[in-house]
């Protein structure tokens, strides 16, 4: 009988450690059904280019018209450009050109965004991408309305279908209208005196027509084209085309314009967006090399 105390004893240690296991068992089983959050993938580009050497000098020279005709030290600041002011070179840097020529200045800027998600559920890339549509947005565009513009042209087709015979003549006028507002087609002066409703030859061609803002294909992960003409009113004929793209977590924005040296002068729409976009394009291929 001197030995029960000791087997109550080692009875009780023997409870007291199960109990404790089975609290630590229910504990890990709590840990792990809580839910747990990955963190979304970083952006491609850590840094971003020194915009000032972002444009080659051999089209710099191609935009700035005249620049090459300037003295050397002249010719060497206009190439040079001016870097923007900015406080952290890692997410927002620009810079920009003016080059003044007898008959017109041209200036050209570039600024690139490397955008950070600061919300571990979003990813640098889709942030990138809200920041742009913001500026699509406000250029008064949108990716999602752009498929709008063809069904309107079927649905026109369609009706031009059922009424075969007594719409034909109305037919041509249809599809000039249709290829203004997309600036797609390139009529002929002819054409474009034909097409005109009030009777004034080329009118049906002007830069406000035939070269609209719009969604651009096959730059980047997105882009848009704005075209920003004068102003109505003002008696200056100051032309500025917008191209922005995003690539990854950056956005890029590219801006060319023209001031003619006279007011009866009108810039070339047509070729400034040319060259715009050609730029933009040359850019996104740096950044992806």
């Not at 840094?47 to 000032?52: K, N, V």
């Not at 050109?97 to 600024?111: E, H, I, N, Q, Y």
Request: charged share 25%; hydrophobic share 30%; net charge negative.
């Amino acid at each position: 009988m001197a030995y029960v105390p000791g087997v109550a004893l080692l009875a009780a240690l023997v409870v007291g450690c199960s109990a404790g296991a089975d609290g630590n068992a229910n504990g890990a089983d709590s840990k792990a059904g809580s839910p747990t959050v990955t963190p979304a993938p970083p952006g491609k580009y850590l840094t971003l280019p020194a915009p000032c050497r972002a444009v080659p000098r051999s089209t710099l020279k191609d935009l700035l018209p005249g620049a090459a005709e300037l003295p050397g030290d002249q010719q060497d600041k206009v190439f040079r450009g001016s870097a923007a002011v900015t406080y952290d070179t890692d997410r927002k840097v620009g810079c920009s050109w003016k080059s003044d020529a007898p008959s017109a200045t041209r200036s050209l800027s570039v600024d690139f965004e490397r955008v950070v998600s600061y919300d571990p559920a979003v990813s640098d890339d889709d942030r990138a991408d809200t920041v742009y549509a913001k500026k699509e947005k406000a250029a008064g565009l949108s990716s999602s309305a752009t498929p709008g513009p063809p069904d309107e042209k079927d649905k026109k087709g369609e009706e031009s279908e059922t009424s075969e015979g007594s719409g034909k003549a109305e037919d041509p006028a249809d599809a000039d209208a249709d290829t203004d507002a997309t600036g797609s087609a390139e009529p002929s002066p002819s054409e474009s005196s034909d097409g005109s409703t009030d009777g004034t030859p080329g009118s049906s061609s002007s830069p406000e027509e035939a070269l609209p803002s719009r969604i651009l294909d096959n730059l980047g992960d997105a882009a848009f084209l704005q075209d920003l003409p004068k102003q109505a009113g003002s008696p200056a004929q100051h032309h500025t085309v917008s191209v922005v793209f995003r690539t990854s977590n950056v956005v890029v924005t590219v801006r060319y314009a023209e001031q003619p040296a006279l007011i009866t002068q009108v810039p070339d729409g047509r070729e400034l967006q040319e060259k715009a976009q050609a730029l933009a394009r040359k850019l996104a291929e740096t950044l992806s090399e």
